[in-house]
């Protein structure tokens, strides 16, 4: 599987605050970090703070944190959240791009499975388990604020 541009970015958002809980961090300073767009993190950010992971504080000194703890923002989750679909093959959505063999092809039910599987193991895993005790992601996105 391949995540969507949208899902990746929404996910370092994410470990960008998570690695930063102790203060506010803006759009512009993960753009930097990343090299990643300040408008389409913007939107990406907008919709993280409608589905409750993140909030937003205006003003002068305002920014981005985790609306929850890391270890309550499920990986699987956010990318439920964030991919457009999952539709592996053609004829996973319905498409009209089904070929000859569309009715009794089983590939289709072996391609569910392991999505489910994939969805399956980032269930398990929590935001925190991308960011506690991780040194070296710790140096990486850790910003400091002036004061």
Do not use: W
């Amino acid at each position: 599987m391949r995540l969507s541009l949208n899902s990746d970015y929404s996910i370092r958002i994410l470990s960008m605050l998570a690695a930063n809980d102790d203060r506010l961090v803006t759009i512009s300073s993960i753009g930097d970090r990343y090299d990643i767009s300040v408008n389409h993190l913007a939107k990406l950010a907008n919709r993280l703070g409608q589905l409750g992971y993140i909030e937003t504080v205006r003003g002068r000194r305002g920014g981005l944190r985790l609306a929850m703890p890391a270890l309550d923002i499920s990986l699987g989750a956010v990318i439920r959240h964030t991919e457009p679909d999952f539709a592996i093959a053609g004829c996973f959505a319905g498409r009209d791009t089904c070929c000859l063999i569309s009715g009794s092809c089983r590939f289709e039910s072996i391609l569910a499975d392991a999505r489910d599987a994939f969805l399956a193991v980032l269930d398990r895993h929590s935001l925190a388990d991308l960011t506690s005790e991780n040194r070296l992601l710790d140096e990486l996105l850790s910003i400091s604020r002036p004061d």
